[in-house]
């Protein structure tokens, strides 16, 4: 899985493309920082740390995170209990840190949020790549 960094010195913001469900919260809240239209498309010295992280404490997916340079890359949620949520016409939302069992026996730890493809049409299964946007899934 590919994960990106882009560090200010401060805060490094990390992004997991494959996560990612293109929400766009993001760029419509922090467009400074965000901008597909750019190449690389997070500028990380685009805003102050503070704004960083409180955008990116809204992405519903967990492809975006950060972790503070002086401190552990281990994510943490703040979230005690897992929650779940069905989004209208679009992912599973399970919110805090969760364990992830495959067919092929490995798991994965997730933290914060995790998506999860109800649509079906996910090139990522078990987890949502946006694709129900594309194929109008309703549900």
């Known amino acids: ?74 994510p943490e949620s703040t979230i005690s209990e897992q929650i779940v949520e069905v989004t209208p016409n679009g992912p599973l939302m399970v919110y805090g840190n969760i364990e992830v069992k495959f067919k092929d026996g490995r798991t994965e730890k997730k933290y914060k949020v995790t998506a999860f493809c109800r649509c079906g049409g996910s090139s990522n299964k078990p987890f949502c790549d946006g694709t129900h946007r594309k194929i109008g899934f309703e549900g």
């Open 1 to 74: 899985m590919i994960k990106k960094e882009y560090s200010n010195g401060e805060v490094t913001i990390t992004w997991e493309p494959d996560k990612c469900i293109h929400s766009k919260n993001c760029i419509t809240g922090l467009p400074g920082v965000f901008n597909f239209e750019k190449r690389p498309w997070i500028d990380k010295n685009g805003s102050n740390t503070e704004a960083i992280v409180t955008q990116i404490k809204k992405c519903p997916s967990g492809a975006l995170g950060y972790f503070f340079n002086n401190e552990s890359k281990e």
